[in-house]
Each structure stands twice: as C-alpha cells, then as structure tokens.
C-alpha cells in the first residue's frame, strides 16, 4: 500500500467583498511580523551557538509558518472571485445568502454561505463547497432539505432567505 493520496478537490473561487478585505488585511499583518521576526532571527543568530539556541529555532519555525501563510496567500488571491452584489432571484439561495433552517426538532439555526476561505463554524459561515450549503443552493423558502451528516441523514426546512449586504 502506498502513501500516495489523491489531491484534494479544489476550493471554490468566490469570496464575499468583506472576506476578501480580511483577507488583505491579514496579508499585510504578516508582512509586518515577519520584519520583526527577521530582526529577532538576526539577533538570535548572532548570540552563537545555532543548535541549541531556542530563540533561534523559535523564530526559523515561526518564519517558515509566516512564509507558507505568505505564499499561499499570495497565490489564492489573485484566483479569487469577490462577488459585491446579490443575484437577481433573492427569493433562492445562492452564495452570500443568510438561510434560517429549522430541524425536526424545531431548533432554528441562521447560515451565511460564504466562500471557502472566510468560513466561520463560530460565526455560523459556511463555505460553499460544504455539503450543507451544496444541497440548499437554489432552494426557496418552505423547501425541505436532507443532508447526510457524520451523526446520519438530518432535515432542514428553509424558514428564510436573505441577502444582506
């Protein structure tokens, strides 16, 4: 057997206007730490002994996390899609749209679908590559949805849809 795995499937390229300020905003951050955390790398070096320095192996692991954060940015973002306005139909769910579903148990529960780089299980964004988000996508209101979970098949009922921008 071997090691190798498959890729994961790609992300989509949407992203909400406010998400993709974040998004810049965190870039910028970055750049800003990773100038001290050359300095402090710098001054670390400079004490001697390389291999048992905890500074300096400290700050070569927080450079290499800064960098990869870095790249990644800088190469998704220029993918990205920022989508500013709601659709034309605001009666169906589409990306950016505040769904609030009701289980069978008649808990209510508010959803943003949002793009796959701004979710927020906390803040109760879902990306839209998830399977919750899949099925609701072009549902109205009064619609049923079924979604398999880890715990089994749940059902939703669509209670509204808004855009709110």
């Known amino acids: ?14 992203i909400t206007a406010a998400g993709y300020r974040r998004l810049e905003a965190e870039l ?5 730490q990773r100038a001290e955390v050359v300095q402090a790398l710098s001054a670390a070096a400079a004490e001697g002994d390389r291999s048992e320095n905890a500074e300096y192996i400290y700050r070569k692991k927080q450079l290499r996390e800064m960098d990869g954060r870095i790249g990644y940015l800088q190469r998704r973002m220029p993918e990205l899609h920022v989508v500013s306005d709601p659709p034309p139909d605001r009666t169906r769910v589409f ?4 769904v609030t579903l009701e289980d069978d ?3 209510q529960t508010v959803y943003r679908i949002v ?3 701004e979710f927020d299980p ?6 839209i590559d998830a399977p919750l988000a ?8 009064d619609d049923e949805v079924e979604v398999v979970t880890p715990a089994g098949k749940t059902g939703f009922y669509v209670v509204e849809v808004s855009y709110e921008w």
């Open 122 to 127: 906390a803040g109760h964004c879902i990306s």
């Open 134 to 141: 899949q099925a609701l996508l072009k549902k109205t209101v």
């Open 105 to 107: 148990h008649g808990t």
């Open 28 to 32: 910028q951050q970055l750049w800003q």
């Open 1 to 14: 057997m071997s090691r190798w795995r498959p890729p994961p499937p790609k992300s989509s390229p949407y």
């Open 95 to 98: 990306f950016g749209a505040q």
């Open 115 to 117: 793009g796959a780089d």
